[in-house]
């Protein structure tokens, strides 16, 4: 494809993109389609030679749309959200146009250092601790999601507590790990990943509000080290992925400090929030953290992937990520002066996924995002007042930021009848979870372009769904 | 930033990106910036009020550019290329714009589905084994790169060596697995994560064309069962990273079949390769593999970050990797006749990658893409030829596909002049390697734009510099 005919089509998918942008409001939220439905209309082999462009956005109309989830619908409330934003897609652009690749600081010095400045801005713009900073033995790394964030911390957590000895004697096999069942299902599978085996995670007790209890972490760590084991980790999380719940950081932390335990804090979601300083009470304690990572991809307006990976010593991560064959060798390397990412992350290469996240802070500004944080937050807590204020219904958590539980008191059925009926609309999307053994609906209000009328449209939405339960009538949507 | 906001900027940014494809071949390859100086140009706190677009698009062309490596220039040498192109670059658009996020088939069923579909394509495309088909027990998927696909592999042959019972007694301690010294660095880096730990992974003998002896690979499994180990793992990598050597597959696999060993093989650069009739040699004794990867981010012109990752028996992968909470499941998962892509990986979360492939491989066709293949092969085939017509140098290994290997008689001080003059004038960027203990440069063909003219004029620069090696006149580039 020539320059030229790159700038014809590229405008062409830039109409597409506002168009989309424009109408995305108006489509069906949840796609309804059968499985094997989108693949059965594409041909079953390659084709050999090249078609017009036309052709493949054709079938992207026609075919994949009718299969996608509008993440980006203002009417998009299930799990949490993965939001993009116009700076941010624009950034991916010139990152795809650019191509380099980063793995090195010699491989784009522009790409590394931009990735560094960006994360060294997010610590002042959460006010997150001085040691995660570049000037301090600690730093910032973009990952692709929580899940390798937390997969590096565990690795890192495993080498430290063997002194890098790992598995050289077995020594694996003593160590436990803790979270609490609230805790994101990424930490089981990273410490299946790094060989520490499901069986050696504690789930810790939580609280009536979902948060870890730190007398049951003292008490299993105890235990643990009683009979034998090494405890090594603890995952506690600021905002988990049921109800928005936050660990007790400032209890947990100097628990880990005393067993000499490596504290990973995941705030994916929750993280944003601390823009504002109203909301930082969320990171109360996190000065005691060795690792913590936050996502913007989920509620800072940059699209996936984009999470941000703070640790205090970033040696112990380096050590433990760190194989350097010939071919990487280069003066810039061996003279210590930079960072070279790719012993921060599983990956060796790495697209410039800085630029995004850079676009979006400058073209919000601070003040920007902090508006756009807080309004999020207000419709969470007039929601929550509605369900309140309704008798059919029981709120199911506290809402400390932007994410409200709640079920039908008429029971599990109830509330599933209403979930379906809701997303079978295609007016609004919720997803769900389960809390104490119930099920219950998620309503997580945190879409780019989310305003009031979204909020109440759903919750009429809701409310209708519940007029209509025990009615023999067919539903009157 | 409204959808007409997007779609003015969105323009002015494919013409930056179209502009940027017609200047590249003319800017320096790498840049010659020094550390800290790129950030140094950057206020050191992030804006509280929002900026104008055109201000950030300054910074990138004033600030970053003078500080990337120019990875997309037809006189990129260097590494293994990292490739875009202009169908890619809309693709990548149109999945940030769509912004869909696809952990789950029920989280947009035509992420999912047009990635199986395209996968299946590449089965056909490169005659890969059938047994890497979704209609058979195994299948494919896009990870961010082999280094992740690799670890999925070792993860998986981990949890089948033990039996899923990995660290419940030890038994990870006693696992031991198989590369060569010129096998990929991610392949001890997953062997570290993994928690097998750098020192059980035996480093094979190659021989003198860098290739896997299968003759001491049998006499390294045999000597670890008879010290009580338990060999689980081999990989084995078609197209080395420091010469393209290729691993004989069609020995190591009924090697690893006697003694049940998982079988990975790594084919990152040189699987695009397959692509054409004449050069799937490189695959011979492939259906021994219980999984293969290969990066049409390298040679297939689909920009970072897309490693397409195949194995035999995805249910193997999916006990490995599957955790499933509450807040994720659904009636299509439970259905069991979806994929859910989340269990094939480390990450939870996935962005639309299969569209960038989709779109690459129907603007340019089978045929579109084995001309290009063709094409930088030959021209490889060229500067052998020219490298070994020159008796200043001398080549350091085979070249069976686009990668020429070579040194200058005099030594490595030479060989190391060369580089540095080469890669100083900015008018082509080659990297190294080190080959029985001799500094080698390392020149791949396979830009995507590369065409004869770019490589003759990077050979002329060469042959200068020989030229003026014992010169004591300034050079005269």
Request: hydrophobic share 40%.
């Amino acid at each position: 494809m020539s320059p030229d005919e790159f700038r014809h089509w590229g405008r062409e998918v830039v109409d597409w993109i506002a168009d989309y942008m424009e109408r995305v409001e108006a489509y069906p939220v949840a796609p309804s389609v059968e499985p094997g439905e989108i693949r059965a209309q594409l041909p079953a082999q390659p084709p050999e030679e090249g078609e017009p462009f036309d052709a493949i956005l054709r079938d992207v109309n026609a075919i994949l749309l009718p299969g996608v989830m509008h993440w980006q619908s203002p009417n998009f409330f299930g799990y949490f959200p993965c939001n993009n934003s116009g700076p941010s897609i624009l950034g991916e652009m010139i990152s795809a146009g650019l191509g380099v690749q980063g793995m090195l600081w010699a491989t784009s010095p522009a790409c590394t250092e931009l990735e560094t400045h960006v994360l060294d801005w997010l610590v002042e713009l959460l006010d997150l601790p001085r040691h995660f900073k570049s000037d301090s033995l600690g730093g910032g790394v973009i990952q692709d999601s929580a899940s390798s964030a937390t997969l590096c911390a565990i690795v890192t957590a495993r080498e430290r507590a063997t002194a890098g000895q790992s598995n050289q004697t077995g020594v694996v096999a003593s160590l436990t790990a803790y979270a609490t069942a609230q805790t994101h299902s990424s930490v089981e599978k990273g410490i299946r990943i790094a060989g520490l085996g499901s069986d050696n995670l504690r789930l810790v007790e939580t609280d009536d509000q979902y948060r870890m209890r730190s007398d049951r972490l003292r008490q299993a760590i105890a235990a643990d080290l009683a009979a034998g084991r090494k405890p090594c980790f603890v995952c506690a999380t600021v905002g988990t992925t049921s109800t928005t719940a936050i660990d007790p950081l400032a209890e947990i932390g100097p628990i880990c400090r005393q067993y000499d335990l490596w504290l990973h804090v995941d705030a994916a979601l929750a993280g944003t929030a601390a823009l504002c300083p109203e909301f930082r009470f969320i990171h109360e304690g996190l000065e005691w953290a060795d690792s913590y990572c936050f996502n913007p991809h989920k509620w800072m307006f940059t699209n996936f992937d984009c999470d941000c990976f703070f640790v205090r010593d970033r040696a112990a991560l380096t050590r433990a990520l760190s194989v350097l064959p010939d071919y990487l060798r280069n003066k810039a390397t061996e003279s210590g002066k930079v960072i070279d990412y790719r012993d921060w992350q599983i990956p060796l290469g790495r697209r410039f996924r800085a630029l995004k996240l850079w676009f979006v802070i400058r073209w919000f500004g601070a003040a920007g995002l902090k508006a756009m944080v807080r309004e999020h937050v207000a419709l969470a807590q007039h929601l929550a007042r509605w369900v309140d204020s309704d008798p059919r219904f029981e709120r199911m958590a506290p809402v400390p930021l932007n994410l409200v539980c709640f079920r039908h008191r008429g029971g599990d059925a109830a509330t599933q009848q209403i979930l379906d009926r809701v997303n079978g609309s295609g007016k609004a999307f919720l997803s769900h979870t389960r809390l104490r053994d119930r099920l219950a609906l998620r309503m997580c209000i945190g879409q780019t372009h989310t305003q009031r009328r979204h909020v109440e449209a759903a919750w009429r939405l809701i409310a209708e769904a519940a007029d209509d339960l025990h009615s023999d009538k067919p539903s009157g949507s």
